[in-house]
């Protein structure tokens, strides 16, 4: 067969094993040039296969290759972040908040009883002291109850 001369889809189809509207559909997709020598349409046909194969070929908004390597990258991050869990590097905030909050609790009792301890074991303190004190102790529990988890924030 010579290839150096135009190619008529029919002929082409039966060549590589198509159908003559898959040729068609080539030649729509600006994979085969109208008008092309066979030898120009299999090389075009033959390198479409090839990145179809590859992953390289893209097809309207979707990238293979592109996709492949944000799954990859979201695989890899999966998998550091169990293993950063594993090392008890991090903990997921229902762990900690879980862990934290009986502690939180109980310093909160702590903190809410040294006015009275302070009162008792040191009587010269005046009650505009206690106050003081009761204030301050205030303040601080206040900043450890607004504490809250914002996912995007930076330290």
């Known amino acids: 067969m010579n290839l150096d001369i135009k190619a008529v889809q029919s002929t082409f189809g039966a060549l590589v094993g198509i159908d003559r509207v898959t040729v068609r559909s080539f030649i729509e997709k600006d994979v ?12 075009a046909y033959c390198k479409r296969l090839r990145e179809v194969a590859s992953g390289r070929y893209t097809e309207g908004d979707l990238d293979l290759t592109e ?42 009792a702590i903190m809410d009883s040294i006015p009275v301890k302070l009162k008792r074991e040191a009587p010269h303190l005046t009650a505009s002291d206690l106050e003081v004190i009761k204030r301050e102790i205030a303040k601080a529990m206040n900043l450890v109850a607004a504490i809250r988890y914002e996912p995007n924030q930076t330290n």
């Open 32 to 43: 085969l040039t109208p008008g092309d020598t066979y030898r120009g349409w299999l090389l």
């Open 67 to 108: 996709e492949r390597a944000r799954l990859a990258r979201a695989q890899t991050e999966r998998i550091e972040m169990e293993l950063a869990i594993k090392r008890a590097e991090i903990a997921p905030v229902d762990t900690l908040r879980d862990s934290i909050a009986p502690v939180m609790a109980q310093v909160g």
